[in-house]
T-cell receptor, first 111, second 109 residues
Framework: EAAVTQSPRNKVTVTGGNVTLSCRQTNSHNYMYWYRQDTGHGLRLIHYSYGAGNLQIGDVPDGYKATRTTQEDFFLLLELASPSQTSLYFC??????????FGPGTRLTVL | DAKTTQPDSMESTEGETVHLPCSHATISGNEYIYWYRQVPLQGPEYVTHGLQQNTTNSMAFLAIASDRKSSTLILTHVSLRDAAVYHCILSSSFSKLVFGQGTSLSVVP
């Protein structure tokens, strides 16, 4: 079974703060994704990547940067966090044209 | 990608078979039908997907209408562990899934 881990699991920061969310997958998947989930919106795609060094823009990218350093690791960066970015963040990975496997999520609170 | 319509909630009893409907009247020829489920505070879990033919796996049976404008996810012998929000998603690209509100399935003993 696919293994996707996220860290931290919970994070509290202040407005204007710098936050990095980490995701690692250990199944040699080429594709990795960052989603956010808010009440009333379902999951929304922020950024995704086809492989190390690649970055594709998702549906709600404003205020977020992402970087794929290796095939295993995908990071989401919030350089000037705002309260509107308080959310539950999920990372996922998949093979080419295959189903996505999701991590356990990171709950981020921006005060 | 085209949109889907699902009931907000459904209820079933343990051991029963439940049919979760999904309407997708504007589906395009190259769009696959995906089903994922999610329990609170956990990431979504892949259930199944199909294009035109009915499909089955260890988790569910997916029945797709001949005109592809609707589909039904069929769960047999449901247990309390099957209680979740079930998402029906259309996508022509395996890399982009757009999640809606889904159907909240509750299972009672």
């Amino acid at each position: 079974e696919a293994a996707v881990t996220q860290s931290p699991r919970n994070k509290v920061t202040v407005t204007g703060g710098n936050v990095t969310l980490s995701c690692r997958q250990t199944n040699s998947h080429n594709y990795m994704y960052w989603y956010r989930q808010d009440t009333g919106h379902g999951l929304r795609l922020i950024h995704y990547s086809y492989g190390a060094g690649n970055l594709q823009i998702g549906d709600v990218p404003d205020g977020y940067k992402a970087t794929r350093t290796t095939q295993e690791d995908f990071f989401l960066l919030l350089e000037l966090a705002s309260p509107s970015q308080t959310s539950l963040y999920f990372c996922a990975s998949s093979g080419y044209r295959e189903e996505q496997y999701f991590g356990p999520g990171t709950r981020l609170t921006v005060l | 990608d085209a949109k889907t319509t699902q009931p907000d909630s459904m209820e079933s009893t343990e051991g029963e078979t439940v049919h979760l409907p999904c309407s997708h009247a504007t589906i395009s020829g190259n769009e696959y039908i995906y089903w994922y489920r999610q329990v609170p505070l956990q990431g979504p879990e892949y259930v199944t997907h199909g294009l035109q033919q009915n499909t089955t796996n260890s988790m569910a049976f997916l029945a797709i209408a001949s005109d592809r404008k609707s589909s039904t996810l069929i769960l047999t012998h449901v247990s309390l562990r099957d209680a979740a929000v079930y998402h029906c998603i259309l996508s022509s690209s395996f890399s982009k899934l757009v999640f809606g509100q889904g159907t909240s399935l509750s299972v009672v003993p």
